[in-house]
């Protein structure tokens, strides 16, 4: 056995799990290939709110690799983390806004001039998001402390069908975000929604490279292929950088894009009907990172505490939805992949679960301080289980493969949207798989987790989907004179979003409430 190996053996104690180095790399390198998407879709989704996607992808990367490492190294779990795909898109769409869209996102906008005559592009309060993203990973963190004691109250304090049915609301989610940016849902003012113009569909367009990328993605993973989602994701971009396909997502009112396909003589600038298409081939493939000009350490500037204290009742909201949806993602990955990989006991305790909740809370916290949305473990950590993996050299390893897409920038910029989006639409269809393990014979479940699972789609927002989800648990509760079923938690959360719904819905939420107590 060679030194490192011997540095290796005591560290993450091989020898005692029976496996090697070489298999715990390779299990890590299995795990890498099968959630490498985010390093490319995460900023993506980030750009949108006008966060750069250089400082974007360099917080993916950082908060990726600094979870994984001290997940690895502190834990000793091979569990990989990174950015959170759900709550990314709630961050982007629901509380931001993104930089295009005429609605406004919960915590505000700042219109700036596009290059479209006409047309503004509406800039939301990313920073301000950031914070409560900072401010809920400190909770956790501060909660998943043994001296405190509180993470298992938190984890039990939601019903075991209303958890089931978050993951299968924000797979839901997902979906609607994903089919839209592919360009399969449209927006229609008699209808609400409705399928693309597919009589314009061919091989140069969006959707349908879209839709076919979802195929290949499905049939690989239905083969074994490891990094199927990468591969698929790949093959739509090669597609639409071959034939400059056109992108229905970025195209309908014209705003921003990467290239336009303007008849002979017209111009953007000249308010001209041009197609949009999507980025051409990357210039290059390899970019030398740089430190992010933007978003480190953005939480804290004078702007960002101002704006909070001008939305305090959205904030607190927004903080409860990252907060809850964290612990409850955090708390299924880890017991789930704990499972199959044999470190649940039959008293369903998980091995050294402080330390991986608290490596969840922290890879957090450094993840919003360099410009990210919440950081979680990922389920494709099985993968690596699956593949021999028992120790937290399986997660060291994830974390530095994810500092490659640091030099990956220039690649990662020219995927086109509807390539990208077939990752939304594939993980929401994973986790819609759960809502089998509701008890839908339980009358008393039934509408508040349907309410919950088609509120966050419908209403584009996480935060209300869980909201109505306990506001009508508690009160079928109390109809049903089984007030003693609801834990103070529950009773906490009810309050408070009901309360919310109730007042003005604006800064003056907080003046209203105290006016009626006091």
Request: charged letters at 10%; hydrophobic letters at 50%; glycine letters at 12%.
């Amino acid at each position: 056995m060679s030194a490192v190996d011997n540095i290796l053996d005591r560290t993450f104690g091989l020898s005692a799990k029976g496996v090697t180095a070489s298999s715990e790399i390779r299990a890590g390198i299995t795990t890498f290939l099968t959630m490498a998407y985010i390093l490319f879709v995460n900023p993506s989704m980030l750009a949108l709110t006008g966060i750069p996607f250089e400082d974007a992808l360099f917080a993916t990367a950082i908060a990726a690799f600094v979870g994984c490492i001290v997940m690895g190294l502190w834990a000793n779990l091979p569990f990989a983390l990174a950015p959170g795909m759900g709550l990314n898109a709630y961050f982007t769409f629901t509380v931001v806004g993104t930089v295009w869209d005429q609605g406004d996102g919960m915590l505000g906008e700042t219109i700036v001039a596009s290059p479209i005559p006409g047309v503004d592009w509406h800039m939301g309060a990313w920073e301000v998001a950031l914070l409560a993203v900072f401010l809920e990973g400190v909770l956790f963190l501060i909660l998943s402390l043994p001296q405190v004691g509180a993470r298992t109250a938190m984890i039990n304090a939601i019903p075991k069908d209303l958890k089931i049915a978050t993951g299968a609301g924000i797979g839901s989610f997902l979906a609607i975000i994903g089919l839209r940016e592919i360009g399969i849902v449209w927006d229609d003012p008699a209808t609400l929604v409705n399928i693309g113009p597919h009589e314009t569909w061919g091989l140069d367009h969006g959707a349908l490279i879209g839709m076919l990328g979802l195929v290949l993605i499905t049939v690989l993973m239905a083969r074994g292929i490891k990094g199927a989602m990468i591969w698929g994701i790949m093959g739509a971009s090669v597609w639409g950088w071959i034939f400059e396909a056109y992108d229905p997502y970025n195209d309908p009112t014209g705003y921003g894009g990467a290239g336009w396909n303007c008849p002979p003589g017209a111009s953007v600038e000249a308010g001209d009907t041009c197609m949009y298409s999507s980025a051409p081939d990357p210039g290059s493939i390899v970019s030398m990172p740089s430190l992010p000009e933007e978003t480190l350490f953005a939480v804290f500037s004078s702007d960002t505490l101002s704006a909070v204290a001008d939305n305090m009742d959205i904030f607190l909201l927004v903080l409860i939805a990252f907060f809850f949806v964290d612990v409850f993602d955090t708390a299924g990955t880890l017991y789930s992949v704990g499972r199959q990989a044999g470190y649940v006991d039959a008293d369903d305790q998980l091995m050294n679960s402080d330390e991986a909740f608290m490596s969840d809370a922290a890879a957090t916290i450094v993840g919003a301080l360099a410009g990210t949305s919440t950081t979680t473990t990922y389920i494709e950590s099985g993968a690596g289980v699956e593949e021999g993996g028992k120790t937290g050299l399986v997660a060291v390893t994830v974390g530095i493969l994810m500092l490659s897409g640091l030099f990956l920038s220039d690649l990662f910029q020219a995927i086109p949207t509807y390539a990208g989006a077939c990752a939304l639409v594939i993980i929401g269809a994973m986790m819609m798989k759960s809502v089998v393990d509701i008890n839908w014979n339980d009358n008393e479940m039934v509408l508040p987790a349907f309410l919950t699972i088609v509120l966050m789609p419908f209403t584009y927002s996480i935060a209300d989907g869980i909201a109505w989800g306990v506001i009508t648990y508690v009160a079928i509760k109390i109809g049903t004179q089984k007030t003693s079923e609801i834990n103070p938690v529950m009773w906490g959360i009810a309050i408070l979003m009901t309360m919310f719904y109730l007042g003005p819905g604006n800064e003056t939420t907080f003046e209203w409430l105290f006016g009626m107590v006091f």
